[in-house]
């Protein structure tokens, strides 16, 4: 298997991550266009990217879904998947990075890190991910790459190691320095491909100073580089891009390019980088799973037993597709897998290597691959898949929980079937969506991240559907916790009809904590046996589901069962659980409660003559300003909202501004609302 592991030593499975308008897709497409992969480059104004394919994309002139597609460069396959950067769409960059190996972060030159890019920059460190910085738009006025730096260090707190040094300023820009080799790649006005050449005499000093700086920065980290830097006092190139590599792939450092994608200059160099620094599926950790209850490891290896995770799902016009990244082992056409969730056999129908909503069938797949495949029935985003005689479940990406819900309705009562079948396809392809039924209303109800997130997923109702539907007023999620607790609460579950009783006898101590749930046992002297006092915890979770103020779910507090006591006949595990939720809901009825809303951290940028205004709508819509800052003639405000607040706000801010206005926004928990009475 030598040749197959050479093989998967020149893949790259790297995701471009970003804030929404740093210029992800074009990256993506001057990727393509420098790959050969395409022969003529879109343009994301032009709705004609390779990327962004669906309708609502197009029309919206921004990324929604993530897309993936490969190509070849230098001898190396890259997957590569272009996820969305607006923070609705945060589920989708979860469940890419859960099968990344790494990641090219892209930030806009003007505007640095902005809310969203330090989103997913976390993100990304959750999983581990290596990634690489490119600071992108360096042609726009005001577009400084020290600045862009400086707010890299500043806001994301990595070690920043730039290699380049730009050649020319704002619409001047035509080229960089590329200081590991210590040459210049210029890009001619129409030119598809860089020009090497010495480095620009006026240049020089500058150059040889940053160098210097990178050489300095690399000795710090990496301990081989300092070796030589001591002896020589200098690093050769060689040496240099080994210790850039090995600090990007541990993430003690980030490597930090440069350019312009829409004027297609910087792409080669970045191609370079991706194949040099960032690692390839034999370089990663091997993938962990567990069976049994028992942890176990599967390499990269194309001859180990199959492994895979299901990380997105697509209903396509040629069937149900299924995208996978393998593990371990390999897969073909025809072979029977085992599907942990569904627990039952399923078949692979074909395997197809993806270039966005294009396809080509191939015959197998191995471990490091990318691909989707057809005729899986039951797999779903988070499944894993493996061989029958070798058995392992992967963790899944974590999902995320939904903030906003809408009512939706079909127009014409006899599509209500055709309604409830279109929304758990939804739900099918995105797992951050909820549709649930109101018992109270006897309403559907869809839940999602945010207000574009239920615009687009009405907009597949009606476009991929073909079903007119009413979609009520956003309505947020809100909380319920405890502001203070009860101690020695007493509650007693006696039944007794005839047969065998119920009998369970629990005293709980109520506090407030400050996010989540916890439960633990003081109880002494075995008076509630272990397997009631798990009964209990379940219960207790069980009463959770509603709070005593609105109904609302309960979060924020620890549970402590202190005391209890069983009958020798009556009691059970069905009485005891029965005893939790009822003795929970008591005592959070005796508790001081609090409504808790979701609150959303909004960056606003707008024309400095508009700042009085737009800070008077935020004070209107309970927003607590935090910060303000000047950058190139425009104001960013920085603001706390309630996102119930936010709804309407964007037309709101174009209509202050005569159109100029932006804003973004980002959850950042829960804060007490100031009435219970205005979400009954």
Known sequence: MRTNLNTLAVVRNLGILAHVDAGKTTVTERILYATGTIHRRGEVHDGTTITDFDLQERDRGITIFAAAVSCAWDGHRINLIDTPGHVDFAD????????????????????????????????????????????????????????????????????????????????????????????????????????????????????????????????????????????????????????????????????????????????????????????????????????????????????????????????????????????????????????????????????????????????????????????????????????????????PPGVAEPVVSVAVEARRSTDADKLASALARLVEEDPSLVVRTDPETGQTVLSGMGELHLEVAAEKLRLGHGLEVTVGRPRVSYRETVGRGVSGLVFRHVKQDGGAGQFAHVVLDVEPLEEGFEFRSAVVGGRVPQEYVRAVEAGCRDALAEGPLVGHPVTGLRVTLTDGSTHVKDSSDTAFRTAGRLGLREALRVCAMVLLEPVVEVTVTVPEDAVGGVLGDLAARRGRVSGSTARGGSAVLTATVPLAELFGYATRLRSRTQGRGTFTARPTGYAPAPAVTSVR
């Open 92 to 395: 989708e960059v979860e469940r890419s990075l859960r099968v990344l190996d790494g990641a090219v972060a892209v930030f806009d030159a003007v505007a640095g890190v902005e809310p969203q890019s330090e989103s997913v920059w976390r993100q990304a460190d959750r999983h581990g991910v290596p990634r690489i910085a490119f600071v992108n738009k360096l042609d726009r006025a005001g577009a400084d790459l020290d600045t862009a730096v400086a707010s890299i260090r500043k806001r994301l707190h990595p070690a920043p190691l730039v290699v380049q040094l730009p050649i020319g300023t704002e619409g001047g820009f035509s080229g960089v320095v590329d200081l590991v080799r210590m040459r210049a790649l210029v890009w001619a006005d129409g030119a598809d491909t860089a020009v090497a050449g010495p480095v620009p005499e006026e240049l020089r000093q500058e150059a040889e100073r940053r160098r210097r700086m990178l050489e300095e920065a690399v000795a710090e980290l990496h301990t081989g580089a300092l070796e030589e830097f001591c002896m020589q006092a200098t690093l050769s190139p060689q040496t240099l891009a080994a210790a850039l590599r090995d600090l990007t792939r541990s993430g003690d450092g980030v490597v930090v390019l440069c350019g312009s994608a829409y004027r297609n200059r910087g792409i080669e160099p970045l191609l370079d980088a991706v194949v040099s620094y960032l690692p390839s599926p034999l370089d990663v950790l091997a993938v962990r799973g567990t069976h049994d209850g028992t942890e176990q490891e599967r390499a990269a290896d194309p001859a180990a037993p199959f492994a895979a995770l299901a990380f997105k799902v697509n209903a396509t016009q040629t069937g149900r597709l299924t995208y996978l990244r393998v593990y371990s082992g390999t897969v073909e056409k025809g072979d029977a897998v085992w599907d942990t969730g569904a627990r039952r056999t399923e078949r692979i129908g074909r395997i197809l290597r993806v270039q966005a909503d294009r396809h080509a069938q191939v015959d197998r797949a191995v471990a490091g691959d990318i691909v989707a495949v057809g005729g899986l029935k039951s797999a779903r985003a988070g499944t894993t898949l493996c061989a029958p005689d070798a058995p392992l479940v992967l963790e």
